[in-house]
């Protein structure tokens, strides 16, 4: 059985859950979002909770998907109420970025600066060598973070690039040249 599955989501003051269907909207002081749910998936609300379950559980699969169902619909509640951030810090010299608009433009060593479109539903800060994004939607604050660090991705020897603030960079020891004698 889905350990996770079965844990009801609590809905908070303020949160509307609306089922059409397959169709699960959930709107709270954050935004609005909204997810198809699976049809070997059972959702129904009761009071204040929304309980999950599946038609089968015993079938592996099926408690698969009640344990991501449960899950993508506690982030959603957990979206709509205060949100997700995800910070990420730039390090070497002359890497910078700068907010034009609705656009993050990034010089990272390159022979010209790359600019990244803000997803809608999305917020991106740039304060001296940190990227702030917020938004109420999980998965795409996840998603534009990871684009924004694989556009240069932290490397080992010096721990230049772009990574998560709380990521930590296993730096290796460069070359070792042997002082006297020339490589005899």
Do not use: C
């Not at 509307?16 to 070997?40: A, F, N, S, Y």
């Not at 684009?147 to 690039?161: A, F, I, L, Q, T």
């Amino acid at each position: 059985m889905s350990r996770i599955g079965k844990k009801p989501v609590l809905i908070p003051t303020g949160v509307t859950v609306d089922l059409q269907g397959q169709t699960l909207k959930i709107k709270g002081p954050k935004g609005e979002l909204m997810q198809t749910i699976h049809p070997k998936v059972l959702v129904e609300k009761k009071g204040s909770e929304i309980i999950i379950s599946v038609k089968h559980p015993e079938q592996k699969s099926e408690r698969a998907l009640w344990g991501l169902f449960r899950a993508l619909i506690n982030n959603m509640v957990l979206g709509v109420t205060a949100g997700f951030t995800k910070i990420l810090e730039i390090n070497g010299v002359g890497y910078k970025a700068a907010m034009s608009g609705k656009k993050l433009v990034l010089n990272l060593g390159y022979s010209h600066p790359i600019e990244l479109e803000v997803p809608a539903g999305l917020e991106a800060k740039v304060e001296k060598n940190t990227i702030t994004i917020t938004g109420s939607d999980r998965q795409v604050v996840g998603q534009f973070a990871a684009v924004v660090r694989s556009k240069r991705e932290p490397e080992p020897y010096k721990g230049k690039g772009i990574k998560y603030q709380d990521e930590v960079i296993r730096r290796k020891a460069g070359k070792v040249v042997k002082a006297v004698g020339g490589g005899k």
